[in-house]
């Protein structure tokens, strides 16, 4: 069975530009959370999605924004990057909509911004 | 005060001994605990779960929680050079729709 899977796995930007990230969820699960990682720290939670809905959102600028599809997939977008940003994204998908931290991960998408 | 802590290491352990990694989290009502492991480049696999008080074991990994010190830990025995890597320790809330994570310590085992 295919895991979770997101695209593009690496890309570069530039300040003031706008992002993309996609994310296909493990057949059968509803849940997509989108977390950032920057090198040497743990990821920080950035949205939580469930049957489309936002359910959970974490300290982010509103620059960050997320929606899930009808078939859960899921894409995250993030507007007038900054230097910042650059990180690891990770998209996970899980089972449940609560009290789960058991988490799918992705390969993550990688985003330099210039 | 983060919400969950753990020593960044690097620790090293010798082939065969046993790594002891431990986390700490500030929210009470925090009712689930995970480690996962990140291997350099790789995105976080998850490892071991545990929910109530004592000792989870599964193969080599032993999870410890004691919910009144707030202190989650993770024992693995007999380690691997395979084991080498960055271990995540994560809290879910109950009710909660969000995970967060430790900012991660690395393992280094030496053969």
């Known amino acids: 069975d295919a895991g979770v899977t997101q695209s593009p796995t690496h890309l570069i930007k530039t300040r003031g530009q706008h992002v993309t990230l996609r994310c296909s969820p493990i057949?059968?699960?509803?849940?997509v959370s989108w977390y950032q990682q920057v090198l040497g720290q743990g990821p920080q939670f950035i949205f939580q999605y469930y049957e489309k809905e936002e359910r959970g959102r974490g300290n982010f600028p509103d620059r960050f924004s997320a929606r899930q599809f009808p078939n859960y997939s899921s894409e995250l977008n993030v507007n007038a990057l900054l230097l910042g940003d650059s990180a690891l994204y990770l998209c996970?998908?899980?089972?449940?909509?609560?009290?789960?931290?058991?988490?799918?991960f992705g390969e993550g998408s990688r985003l330099t911004v210039l | 005060q983060k919400e969950v802590e753990q020593n960044s290491g690097p620790l090293s352990v010798p082939e065969g001994a046993i790594a002891s990694l431990n986390c700490t989290y500030s929210d009470r009502g925090s009712q689930s605990f995970f480690w996962y492991r990140q291997y350099s480049g790789k995105s976080p696999e998850l490892i071991m779960s545990?929910?109530?008080?004592g000792d989870k074991e599964d193969g080599r990994f032993t999870a410890q929680l004691n919910k009144a010190s707030q202190y989650v830990s993770l024992l693995i025995r007999d380690s691997q050079p395979s084991d080498s890597a960055t271990y995540l320790c994560?809290?879910?809330?109950?009710?909660?729709?969000?995970?967060?994570f430790g900012a991660g310590t690395r393992l280094f085992v030496k053969a």
């Open positions: 994560a809290v879910n809330k109950g009710g909660g729709f969000k995970t967060i």
């Open positions: 057949s059968g699960h509803k849940s």
């Open positions: 996970a998908s899980s089972l449940r909509a609560a009290n789960t931290g058991e988490l799918f």
């Open positions: 545990i929910y109530s008080n």
